[in-house]
Nanobody
Framework: QVQLVESGGGLVQAGGSLRLSCAAS????????MAWFRQAPGKEREFVAS????????YYADSVKGRTTISRDNAKNTVYLQMNTLTPEDTAVYYC?????????????????????????WGQGTQVTVSS
């Protein structure tokens, strides 16, 4: 069992930055594949970024690539999402998610780690609002 708690959301002006954190409970955090998803009002939950158990593999949605960095600190049971050059289109509730590692053969840009249905554990979400 893994419990996830997100923090770091808030209101920011366009062009600004935010760093989201996701603190996980459980001794097996370091074995989990971690991801961030987001959901805007009236839209489906969508993939933002993911990171393998070791942190050696990272993946990003095209919409955030180049201005977003996902990282993890297994000693602190925490995963981070650094977002820069934010736009109003980034406004959404951001969710942290965890799943047992998918296996290295699935470490591909469009692999199962990008799909909502493949994650077992979710945080409660943190609101990010970007004003124009």
């Amino acid at each position: 069992q893994v419990q996830l708690v997100e923090s770091g959301g808030g209101l920011v002006q366009a062009g600004g930055s935010l760093r989201l954190s996701c603190a996980a409970s459980g001794r097996t955090f370091s074995t989990y594949f971690m991801a961030w998803f987001r959901q805007a009002p009236g839209k489906e939950r969508e993939f933002v970024a993911s990171i393998s158990w070791s942190g050696g593999s990272t993946y990003y949605a095209d919409s955030v690539k180049g201005r977003t960095t996902i990282s993890r600190d297994n000693a602190k049971n925490t995963v981070y999402l650094q977002m820069n050059t934010l736009t109003p289109e980034d406004t959404a509730v951001y969710y942290c998610a965890a799943a047992p590692d998918f296996g290295s053969r699935y470490y591909t840009p469009r692999g199962p780690h990008t799909r909502v249905s493949n994650y077992d554990y979710w945080g409660q979400g943190t609101q990010v609002t970007v004003s124009s």
